[in-house]
């Protein structure tokens, strides 16, 4: 027996592939949209991929579970609560897949959503891992406020996080202390708020340092897993919906998209000037030259969670990158959520006709009174440290409904953690206030500041 954890670090995914070396056959669980490496590692040990268990419906990344089904015959497992519209077996509570000494049990584990399982896997009648999903994660467990206005089974948030305390303790506790914690997500996912960076643990060490594993009443656990979860991107209850039909397949869909070269500005007249391009070039080259109504969201970074929070599905947008590979790329990783439909058009770019001026950090630093100062960082983490006293707080994902409460009497300096939102954000709101006031992003500079 042997089990791969693949990783996608972009949306901090994990998904599992479990072989019976005996058998030459393979279950996949919780696979991402592109099916790729799963065929690869099939061909690698000369195995035939059999299953493909789906934990739940996911919000924050499209699966390729139908595309897989689709290619090689194997059969898709999920709850029966799920009423997925793709071919399917019920894989509910005590129900078993044999291969060879291999036996996998779905465990109903409600919580994070109400269709959600996780999988027990024996080897030689011996309990040796479980895969959670987004039940229970490395130090922390599922957010429950997800499934409020999505999916079949709709729920609130109070409802579902009382069936969490309760799969926790009447499920996954009560395994073996030595059973291995496979998680669907580590730190970054925005299904959870304080993920380890761990990659997995056993079910003694989570019972041991785990806040959600810890004794506590029902009231008393409720109330800290609500409390201070992230913001819910625009993509989730679009994914959940598209995770529960079945998304085309990876390659097909992405052929479909237009793409070329634009060597200048002049051979843009034809594009709509009111949908936005989502500019994946480096910053520095995005500052240079960009085209109007550019958002700099760069290849480097969360690029597929602000790609969802800031542009809605549904929702047109263009798309540009450095090279005919990096374009490529993003459009997989657009794909990763569902939006590949969504583009417009992508094309290849090297400059523009709007440039961004540099800030003068020396200057800023002196003179700090005459900057209007957004900090574009999530709530928890303005909370956890102001950097400026006097900044406005304005989160990335709420900048495009919110850029008319920025005051425009002064220049304005954007500021994140590290760079990468703050030149998403900088780009954004240059982009709607149009040139009426001078917009500078501090970037990496933020990092010579207490």
């Excluded at 070396?21 to 669980?29: A, D």
């Excluded at 001026?357 to 900090?375: M, P, S």
């Amino acid at each position: 027996m042997q089990i791969k954890q693949f990783e996608d670090k972009n949306l901090s995914h994990y998904s599992y592939a479990v072989l019976s070396k005996y058998e030459k056959k393979i279950i996949l669980i919780d696979p991402a949209r592109n099916p790729r490496q799963y065929f690869d590692y099939a061909k690698e040990h000369g195995a035939q991929i059999a299953g493909i268990i789906e934990t739940h419906p996911h919000a924050d990344f499209v699966s390729g579970h139908l595309e897989l089904h689709q290619t090689t015959g194997a059969t898709i497992y999920t709850s029966k609560e799920v009423h997925a519209l793709y071919p399917h077996q019920a894989f509910d509570e005590g129900q078993t897949i044999q291969l060879g000494n291999i036996k996998l049990t779905a465990l109903n584990t409600p919580g994070h959503s109400p269709d959600s399982i996780s999988i027990l896997l024996e080897h030689d009648g011996k309990q040796k891992a479980v895969f959670t999903g987004d039940t229970l994660f490395i130090g922390d467990c599922g957010r429950p406020d997800l499934r409020e206005g999505a999916g079949k089974i709709q729920t609130t948030r109070t409802e579902l996080a009382k069936q969490m305390y309760h799969s926790l303790r009447d499920k996954l506790i009560k395994l073996k202390d030595d059973v291995t914690v496979y998680p669907a997500h580590g730190a970054g996912t925005l299904c959870g708020k304080n993920l380890s960076k761990e990659s997995s643990s056993t079910v003694g060490e989570e019972k041991k340092t785990n806040w959600s594993l810890q004794e506590a009443t029902e009231d008393e656990f409720v109330q800290n897993l609500l409390a201070d979860q992230p913001f819910v991107p625009h993509y989730f209850p679009f994914n959940v919906e598209l995770n529960r039909k079945g998304a085309a397949g990876l390659k097909g869909s992405i052929d479909k998209i237009k793409t070329g070269d634009i060597a200048d500005e002049k051979t843009t007249s034809t594009l709509n000037k009111t949908i936005w391009v989502i500019d994946t070039r480096g910053e520095e080259d995005f500052k240079k030259g960009h085209l109007p109504q550019s958002i700099n969201l760069m290849e480097k970074g969360k690029f597929e969670t602000w790609l969802g929070s800031i542009i809605k599905p549904g929702e047109q947008f263009y798309l540009a990158s450095d090279s005919k590979e990096q374009l490529r790329t993003m459009l997989e990783r657009t794909a990763a959520i569902g939006y590949e439909s969504q583009v417009a058009e992508g094309f290849v770019i090297e400059s523009g006709s709007i440039k961004e001026e540099k800030l003068d950090v020396g200057e800023f630093k002196n003179h700090q009174q005459d900057y209007t100062i957004i900090d574009v960082r999530n709530t928890s983490e303005v909370k956890e440290e102001k950097i400026f006293q006097k900044s406005i707080s304005m989160p990335l994902a709420e900048i495009r409904s919110r850029v008319n409460e920025i005051p425009t009497d002064k220049p304005i300096v954007v500021h994140c953690a590290g760079g990468y939102r703050s030149a998403a954000a900088s780009s954004l709101i240059n982009s709607q206030l149009n040139g009426t006031v001078k917009v500078l992003d501090l970037g990496e500079a933020i990092k010579q500041f207490p």
